[in-house]
């Protein structure tokens, strides 16, 4: 089955200690990117990646690092998370850039 | 940079009601993109509109893309409680897509 996997589905942490949230596409997609979606502030982009070791940042990737080393994985890193980045996180994957695959989501709480 | 507003935030309907959703950007859109997301759940692509002025049918809902490439709506027509969940408009693509808010449906049997 076609899909994007993200793991895990639900984290609490405490602030300061690192995290990293996996993502990995089966369908040989090139785009990737990963957004953060708060109550009334819909998705916001926090970094793409147009193919392997193409990253660049979107509208909010302060706090956050991400990796593509192989085109079907695209990590999510936190080095020192903050409450302020307590959310649900979503991974995407699109073969062209438009018409995005969404993972099942991240909801990560930071204490 | 490039904003999508998106109207209403909420919109409450009576199953058989008809629903319209408005997405609106400050700059010119390459495409328009639609997504639903039922709650508890992630966003699912519906489609998206390329050309000025197009007009695409899925079954009860009608996706249009306006004139200047600024705007755009989704409406459906008898809403159903199959169709609650939260519709996203989203302009442009790769580095420059821009989600809006969304409007979140909830359908009274």
């Known amino acids: 089955e076609a899909q994007v996997t993200q793991n895990p589905r639900y984290l609490i942490t405490v602030t300061g200690k690192k995290l990293t949230v996996t993502c990995s596409q089966n369908?040989?997609?090139?785009?990737m990117s990963w957004y953060r979606q708060d109550p009334g502030l819909g998705l916001r982009q926090i970094y793409y990646?147009?193919?392997?070791?193409?990253?660049d940042k979107g509208d909010v990737p302060e706090g956050y690092k991400v990796s593509r080393k192989e085109k079907r994985n695209f990590p999510l890193i936190l080095e020192s998370p903050s409450p302020n980045q307590t959310s649900l996180y979503f991974c995407?994957?699109?073969?062209?850039?438009?018409?995005?695959?969404f993972g099942s989501g991240t909801r990560l709480t930071v204490v | 940079g490039q904003q999508v507003m998106q109207i209403p935030q909420y919109q409450h309907v009576q199953e058989g009601e008809d629903f319209t959703t408005y997405c609106n950007s400050s700059t010119t859109l390459s495409n328009i993109q639609w997504y639903k997301q039922r709650p508890g759940g992630h966003p699912v692509f519906l489609i998206q509109?390329?050309?000025?002025?197009e007009v695409k049918k899925q079954k009860r809902l009608t996706f249009q893309f306006g004139e200047a490439k600024k705007n755009s709506s989704l409406h459906i027509t008898a809403t159903q409680t199959t169709d609650v969940g939260t519709y996203f408009c989203?302009?442009?693509?790769?580095?420059?897509?821009?989600f809006g808010a969304g409007t979140r449906l909830t359908v009274k049997p």
């Open positions: 369908m040989n997609h090139e785009y």
């Open positions: 990646s147009m193919n392997v070791e193409v990253t």
């Open positions: 989203a302009g442009g693509g790769n580095n420059d897509m821009r």
């Open positions: 509109l390329v050309k000025s002025g």
């Open positions: 995407a994957s699109s073969l062209s850039g438009y018409g995005y695959t």
